[in-house]
């Protein structure tokens, strides 16, 4: 709707063209880079020679593309950001739902999702406006704090489920070494143990880790309570 000054749907190619002219509208507002939610968080970096240093790159064995496990890992981050990687400046927000334009979904089998392809064109050019009156009047501010407690939830939310995964009864050794394999491959080049030795040492490292998710039971139907 900014970009291009469009309600519709664009083709689902060209990324890097729209990406491109993002950038290049955002030049006069000094805009580093725009994150978006497509299937998961997307984060696109302007230029990427000012404010990084590049410290090493190693590349991901080559391997088929699990669809699975991409899902799984973009649906971890659904209901936030940890580690405080974003801030949200909410006294300079603009959303669609702040006005009085119709959001009706033309697509009767998803009609529960919002869409501005039915809005009237003064409403969107009023979002527009005021969009470009908030990048233009915004105080930049930059928070050089480490969320360390946020840094351990991203690491506990990334593996925990994993952990109890892998050492369930019903769970193979090559089962196991997909799972291994998606998450440390740019770790480790080793050859898995036999797969109850691996469990046994699985076992052993969930008792000393001791996270506090591994206390649930799962999340309760809403007609339900969970015990303490």
């Not at 900014?2 to 890097?16: A, C, F, I, M, Q």
């Not at 930059?142 to 369930?168: A, C, K």
Request: glycine share 6%; charged share 30%; net charge negative.
């Amino acid at each position: 709707m900014v970009l291009r000054n469009k309600t519709g749907n664009d083709p689902p190619w060209g990324e890097y063209e729209r990406a491109e002219e993002l950038c290049e509208l955002g030049t006069k507002w000094d805009i580093e880079g725009f994150i978006r939610l497509e299937a998961g968080f997307e984060l696109i970096l302007c230029n990427f020679t000012n404010g990084l240093e590049f410290k090493s790159a190693r590349r991901r064995p080559k391997q088929d593309p699990n669809q699975f496990e991409y899902m799984r890992a973009v649906a971890a981050r659904y209901q936030g950001i940890t580690a405080g990687r974003v801030e949200v400046d909410y006294s300079s927000m603009v959303s669609a739902f702040f006005y009085p334009i119709n959001l009706t979904n033309p697509n009767p089998k998803r009609a529960e999702l919002p869409r501005l392809v039915s809005s009237e064109v003064g409403g969107v050019r009023h979002i527009q406006e005021d969009l470009e009156i908030v990048l233009e009047s915004s105080q930049r501010f930059s928070n050089e704090r480490i969320d360390w407690q946020g840094v351990v939830d991203m690491i506990v939310t990334r593996y925990s489920d994993r952990l109890q995964y892998m050492v369930l009864e019903t769970t193979t050794q090559e089962e196991i070494q997909a799972t291994v394999s998606t998450l440390l491959s740019l770790l480790i080049e080793e050859e898995s143990p036999a797969v109850e030795t691996a469990k046994l040492e699985m076992k052993d490292l969930i008792a000393y880790l001791d996270w506090s998710t591994w206390l649930e039971c799962g999340k309760c139907a809403y007609d339900e309570l969970q015990e303490q």
